[in-house]
Nanobody, 127 residues
Framework: VQLQASGGGLVQAGGSLTLFCAAS????????MGWFRQAPGKEREFVAA????????DYAESVKGRFTIARVNDKNTMSPQMNNLKPDDTAVYYC?????????????????????WGRGTQVTVSS
């Protein structure tokens, strides 16, 4: 599966952005999906994950209550809605697919479990 992230940009603190992850080559229903981010000089970190069914999600503590992840399997897309953005949210955001065998309700929050990565999209939040 090939993944392409888009939707990043420059936004003021308190603003909102919606990122998009478009998949091609295979249906994303085959994968649990996740979003990760990497700020300059820092390791890539977990942001959000969603099960194959879309009914189960998880978020990093730093984004809980502000980010919402969703997937539309029949359109092969996934996106997080990011609200009340903070300067600490500034990073390159990556979407990823995990091909491990999961039930339709499971997912991973670990970078190492994800097999397919898209090119990132830059999100910059100004104070």
């Amino acid at each position: 599966v090939q993944l392409q992230a888009s939707g990043g940009g420059l936004v003021q603190a308190g603003g909102s952005l919606t990122l998009f992850c478009a998949a091609s080559g295979r249906s994303i229903y085959a994968y649990a999906m996740g979003w990760f981010r990497q700020a300059p000089g820092k390791e890539r970190e977990f942001v959000a994950a969603i099960s194959r069914s879309g009914g189960d999600t998880d978020y990093a503590e730093s984004v809980k209550g502000r980010f919402t992840i969703a997937r539309v399997n029949d359109k092969n897309t996934m996106s997080p809605q990011m609200n009340n953005l903070k300067p600490d949210d500034t990073a390159v955001y990556y979407c990823a697919a995990d091909s491990s065998y999961y039930s339709a309700f499971e997912y991973s929050t670990q970078v190492r479990d994800y097999d397919y990565w898209g090119r990132g999209t830059q999100v910059t939040v100004s104070s």
